[in-house]
């Protein structure tokens, strides 16, 4: 009864490799676990992930043996194991690719596993203290910790109570102190215990959208429920019921949030209502991601709050996942394993039989759609709390405005806004969509832009710094004195970035406080929440940015808020353009009126009868989603359709542009096999056509299901020949266009 191991590696393969199990490891080796073993011809030793134990075939042919085990333990459970099978074949990619992007890299390389111990005081301990009968050195080390705001490591209690650890050890053994396991580098702030709110009462509507969350949480069954609720209705509350339903059973919930909206005040929000609340987000060091995984796969937490990839954490006992701002782009990650959270955690709550919910003022087509179809539940919440009103929507005409053609951002009539609100005591919010200070460097003589040489962008002029840069691959160079393609001195600066807004308000407005927020002032840790408490207290009266001030901001002084250009996101060469526009407008719009003293939006464009612009000035999302599906019906685009995107690049113009033409090529003399009709459409040059120095072109697979897209890709994969300098990326299901 010899056993084999099955094996997948990093790399884009499809099938498991068979090994054979050495006698010493035999006993020791499960699925889930990292082995290192021998690949290829050249038999070089590669670390990979077991994922099946089986007996062997007799007669089988000699197998190459596993070289050595790298873990005591499975890193992940047969579920989780299930689930990354599914995301190899769902989005085309090798399961061992999705393995290693899945398991965080502090886990697999056990950092910060040095351990602290740490003391603090059983609850109680005060009232035993009259009767207890302590040596000196016993009552100062209750004395230090009675003073502490958090637990102390063994070095310093013994230092600061001037003692050895014996008086530490008796206290421990008496039951007055507890000691507990902390990795070291753990940061203060996760230690710092926060207020604990009660709950808010809940009105009627959130009630009613609670009441219908809760039946598939009672029954123990899974259920997708979209939560569709306006800007400031009150859906984080009803998230936080639901989970403490969830929690009372013992059970943990995973809440995904967009990486952007992950601020302390989120964090807060949680962490004030449940004791144990785990965060993963993209700034922890490999440690704290290693000792926040131990943690949540010990079933110590309750909550899992996080970007994306918190969509794996490794919960024992899941019982809810929860998408907030589902209709957030980030949801999708760009680099391979090219996967949707939405979608992946739909299959999880499917295959664990627990309730999704996704929330949003503005969901996504796609969610949308099944909600209609009553694939999904649809759970409604149409007014703010308090029947508190949606502000007014002022589009404004931007093509005959005096103050525009004269060069300024801002038109007359947000001047004359703006100048009322600061009047009156309130504060501003100024959206626009552009980094930099001009995002366009041209020349008045030729008329050429001047592009990147890496790229195929052009070059954005930052000020502050005095040079231009490329916003994809970070060239950056002193501002030309002369046009690189005619050498006229003729260079201009065109357009409006956030820091030119800057500039401009500053001048406007000389008396009032402004903050800049964007990825170039915000790059310090903790800047963008310092920003933020300054606007929350009062001391900033307006605040201008990028799309990171749209996201779920709760300011009750904010009066107006000005959308600069409403048409930087209505020109992107993509499908959901469009969809883009309507969330953007609708999401900045609900960052005002939620105070006693409500607010309005005033939106600068070039295209005001544009049907996105009008919806979203009517806050009709019902009726922009029917236009925008009447539209995408007409072309079988997104939702009807499924689409994956194949990318090639490389250095060579003419061979990229060959071998993404053979594949199409390849792919349409497969398809003549098909049952069902499956499209395919191109090869072009990408919207970007070169990227850090690499030529890019792209073909696009159409079909009505994933699985017909799949198919085809799977049966011209086999005998398809790349030029060693060409490399491909499949983008399934792809929200990006460039």
């Known amino acids: 009864d010899v056993k084999v191991a099955e094996v997948v590696f990093n790399l884009p393969l499809e099938r498991p490799y068979t090994y054979s199990i050495p006698e010493p490891l035999r006993d020791l080796i499960k699925p889930g676990q990292r082995v290192k073993a021998p690949l290829g011809r050249s038999n070089r030793i590669v670390v990979g992930y077991c994922v099946a134990i089986r007996p062997g075939e007799s007669g089988q042919k000699r197998l190459k043996p596993i070289e050595e085990l790298l873990d005591s333990e499975p890193l992940l459970n047969n579920q989780m194991l299930e689930l990354t099978r599914w ?31 740490n003391f603090i005081l059983v609850p109680g301990t005060e009232e035993k203290l009259t009767s207890a009968r302590l040596s000196r050195q016993q009552k100062m080390v209750i004395e230090v910790l009675q003073k502490s705001t958090g637990p102390v490591t063994a070095t310093d209690l013994c230092e600061r109570a001037g003692c050895s650890p014996g008086p530490l050890k008796s206290l421990q053994e008496r039951g007055l102190i507890k000691a507990l396991r902390i990795r070291s580098e753990i940061s203060g702030d996760d230690l710092l215990p926060v207020q604990q709110q009660a709950d808010l009462k809940l009105n009627v509507q959130q009630q009613q959208a609670l009441d219908r969350i809760l039946q598939p949480i009672r029954a123990g069954a899974h259920e997708t429920l979209l939560l569709h609720g306006v800007t400031g209705s009150g859906k984080t509350e009803v998230y936080i019921r639901a989970i403490r339903e969830v929690v009372s059973y013992g059970r943990q919930a995973i809440v995904l949030v967009p990486e952007i909206s992950l601020t302390p005040q989120t964090i807060r929000r949680f962490r004030s209502r449940f004791s144990t609340v785990a965060v993963l987000h993209s700034h922890m060091t ?11 796969s010990s079933g110590e937490i309750q909550v899992v709050v996080g970007a994306r990839s918190a969509v794996f954490a490794p919960t024992p006992n899941l019982g809810l996942i929860v998408i907030d701002e589902e209709h957030e782009p980030s949801f999708k990650q760009d680099s391979t394993p090219r996967y949707h959270a939405r979608e992946v955690a739909r299959k999880r709550c499917l295959d664990e039989r627990v309730p999704l919910i996704l929330g949003s003022a503005t969901p996504t087509l796609e969610s949308w759609i099944r909600a209609t179809r009553k694939l999904d539940v649809l759970v409604s919440m149409p007014s703010r709390v308090e029947d508190r ?17 004269k060069g300024s951002a801002i038109g007359r009539a947000l001047y004359g806004a703006i100048d009322r609100a600061l009047k ?4 501003v919010i100024l959206f626009l969509n552009l980094r930099g200070y ?34 994809s691959c970070d060239y950056e160079i002193t501002p030309p004195k002369a046009c690189p393609t005619c050498q006229s001195p003729a260079v201009r600066y065109l357009g409006t970035g956030t820091q030119k807004l800057d500039e401009e308000v500053r001048n406007t407005f000389p008396n009032t406080t402004v903050i800049r927020m964007d990825s170039d002032s915000m790059q310090k840790p903790g800047s963008h929440d310092e920003a933020l408490e300054k606007f929350r207290k009062g001391e900033v009266q307006i605040l201008l940015g990028t799309q990171m001030i749209a996201k779920g901001l709760d300011f009750p002084n904010v009066t107006l808020v000005g959308v600069i250009d409403a048409d930087t996101m209505l020109r992107q060469p993509d499908l959901r353009a469009a969809e883009r526009t309507f969330q953007l407008i609708a999401q900045v719009a609900g960052r005002t009126g939620r105070g006693e003293r409500g607010g309005r939006v005033l939106v600068q464009t070039t295209s005001p009868n544009d049907p996105a612009v009008k919806f979203a000035s009517k806050h009709d999302f019902i009726g922009f989603a029917q236009h925008e599906l009447a539209e995408r019906y007409d072309t079988q685009a997104p939702p009807f359709s499924s689409v994956a995107r194949v990318i090639f690049r490389g250095p060579d113009e003419m061979r990229t542009r060959q071998t993404a033409q053979a594949v199409a090529d390849r792919l349409r003399a497969a398809r003549k096999g098909a049952t ?27 079909a ?5 897209v799949k198919e085809l890709w799977q049966s011209a994969e086999q005998s398809l020949s790349l030029p060693d300098d060409v490399e491909f990326a499949i983008d399934v299901d792809p929200i990006n266009a460039r």
């Open 286 to 296: 490999d440690a704290e991601r290693h000792w926040q995984w131990q943690q949540i």
């Open 438 to 471: 001009s995002p366009t460097v041209w020349c008045r003589s030729c008329g050429a832009g001047i592009k990147c040489p890496n790229c195929d962008i052009t070059l954005t002029w930052h000020r502050d710094r005095q040079c231009v840069v490329c916003h």
């Open 676 to 702: 069902e009709a499956v499209r395919v459409l191109g090869a072009a040059p990408a919207p970007i056509t070169r990227l850090r120095g690499l030529w890019r072109f792209h073909l696009q697979i159409a």
């Open 389 to 405: 009103p949606l502000p007014p929507v002022v589009v404004v005409d931007t093509r005959s405005d005096p103050r525009i053609a």
């Open 704 to 708: 009505k299901t994933p699985e017909l």
């Open 87 to 117: 995301i190899g074949e769902r989005y085309l990619c090798g399961w061992g690719q999705v393995l290693d992007s899945v398991i965080p890299a502090g886990v697999r390389k056990k950092s910060g596993t040095r351990e602290v111990q």
């Open 424 to 427: 009156d005591k309130g504060q």
